[in-house]
């Protein structure tokens, strides 16, 4: 069984492994580049030092001015970024859709079901090589999008746990390629055909990592709120690369009066205007802005979760394939 399924795919081995090399080619030169622009803007003690919250209002300033003129420069590249979101789904496509439903399709699995291997063993073996396979390719790209994306995230205000950046880079592109695979042998076993498996495939892991990515992973920890006033100071406690759930205006009795804004007047310009700061507004005396949000440091924990949620989801789709495999007729 093990050669067998070894000539079944080596095919799919050799222009698995010739795409991550051209893709390896294109983009190794494009983070080199990267690297050696924030280094010469000196980012990387910008990075160091706006960690302190108590960091001074000058050196955030010049700093946060390097990480724009980095941005500007390699802002465009955030589009590359969200077309390499695709690259587990057409695993899954290509190595898990057709795993089962090429065999049912053509009928050579009734040639191997009657030289003596068992459906089950045939299933296992079948599973467990392919899966060994894509857990080394998800494992090489997770680390070489995490070398790769690095000098993006730590430009960004959001940081690690920014949407698509988190998505990209640790332990989490492991979680997502296996689960589409798992998901595309489990649409192979019920559908029985490649196409009608490829698109129940492409349609169920968009659904999942959707509802994953927006109601769930927000919850993993509970948020913690930030508060400061809203004329003569600084966001105060905001470290960089913290991931803003929500915010707004709130008045003293913690009625919301903006959302998704922010005030900063400088100290008395209120007085200056005649009126107070946020009069515009309706904003009483005492009004303050309000965040919630995840702190940076909890990045490698929400990766830890995610990875688990969908290293489960494909033990599960696995464990059902093989059970619908023994139904097969």
């Given at each position: 069984m093990i050669w067998l399924t070894w000539r079944q795919h080596r095919k799919q081995v050799f222009y698995t492994l010739l795409a991550f090399a051209a893709l390896a080619a294109l983009m190794v030169p494009i983070g080199l580049s990267m690297r050696n622009t924030f280094a010469d803007l000196g980012l990387a003690d910008c990075a160091r030092q706006l960690a302190d919250t108590n960091v001074a209002e000058a050196t955030r300033q010049t700093c946060d001015a390097g990480f724009r003129r980095f941005s500007n420069r390699y802002g465009s590249l955030n589009l590359v970024a969200v077309l390499l979101l695709t690259l587990p789904v057409l695993v899954g496509l290509f190595w898990g859709a057709p795993l089962v439903a090429r065999e049912v399709e053509h009928g050579t699995h009734r040639f191997v079901w009657t030289q003596g291997v068992g459906r089950t063993r045939w299933a296992l073996v079948k599973f467990v090589l392919v899966g060994g396979a894509v857990l080394v390719?998800?494992?090489?790209?997770?680390?070489?999008?995490?070398?790769?994306?690095?000098?993006?995230?730590?430009?960004?205000?959001?940081?690690?746990?920014?949407?698509?950046?988190?998505?990209?880079?640790?332990?989490?592109?492991?979680?997502?390629?296996?689960?589409?695979?798992?998901?595309?042998?489990?649409?192979?076993?019920?559908?029985?055909?490649?196409?009608?498996?490829?698109?129940?495939?492409?349609?169920?892991?968009?659904?999942?990592?959707?509802?994953?990515?927006?109601?769930?992973?927000p919850h993993y920890r509970p948020a913690r709120t930030l508060t400061f006033p809203i004329e003569g100071a600084t966001e105060a406690g905001m470290a960089r690369g913290d991931w803003i759930l929500s915010q707004g205006i709130r008045n003293p009795d913690g009625k919301m009066m903006a959302e998704d804004t922010r005030i900063m007047c400088p100290p008395g310009a209120g007085e200056a205007k005649g009126r107070a700061c946020g009069a515009e507004l309706g904003l009483e005396p005492g009004a303050y802005n309000w965040q919630l949000y995840q702190p940076a440091d909890r990045f490698w924990l929400f990766q830890g979760i995610e990875t688990g949620i969908f290293v489960a989801l494909a033990l599960l789709l696995l464990y059902l394939a093989v059970r619908r495999v023994r139904r097969i007729a």
């Open positions: 390719l998800a494992a090489g790209y997770g680390l070489g999008m995490s070398w790769w994306v690095e000098p993006l995230t730590r430009a960004a205000h959001e940081g690690r746990l920014g949407v698509i950046v988190f998505d990209l880079q640790g332990v989490v592109p492991i979680g997502y390629t296996l689960f589409a695979v798992a998901l595309g042998v489990f649409a192979g076993t019920v559908w029985k055909r490649m196409l009608p498996a490829m698109g129940i495939t492409l349609a169920g892991y968009i659904g999942v990592r959707a509802a994953v990515e927006t109601l769930v992973r």
